[in-house]
């Protein structure tokens, strides 16, 4: 899957650039449709302008690893009756992490 993230002021845009068309000319197609936008507040705080793609394609390795803790692969969840007041309260959590191995497939434009 690859991705288009950018900031949040950039999002519209971003929606825009990845959006199919019905053209009626070969030379006016839209390559990009297969990328998929995002957005995240936090790229907005390092550049207002900044925004990056991401690719898995079968050319470029694993950018990014993700693993759980061992044992605890999906959510885990616990519950509790309650007896002052009445009720059950619930809790779910993810042991989730991930980490940086290549930076082949990124790639960051400054934008304009």
């Not at 845009?13 to 839209?30: D, S």
């Not at 957005?39 to 793609?53: D, K, P, V």
Request: glycine share 10%.
């Amino acid at each position: 899957m690859d991705t288009d993230a950018s900031p949040p002021d950039k999002f519209g845009l971003a929606r825009v650039f990845t959006t199919p068309v019905q053209a009626t000319e070969a030379g006016k197609i839209n390559l990009w449709t297969d990328l998929i936008p995002i957005s995240e507040n936090r790229l907005g705080r390092a550049s207002a302008t900044a925004w990056y793609i991401a690719s898995a394609g079968a050319s470029n390795p694993p950018s990014i690893v993700h693993a759980y803790i061992e044992g605890q692969e999906g959510v885990y969840q616990e519950s509790r009756v309650g007896f002052n007041p009445d009720g059950i309260e619930f809790k779910a959590r993810i042991d989730f992490g991930c980490a940086w191995v290549s930076y082949r497939g990124w790639v960051k434009n400054n934008g304009a």
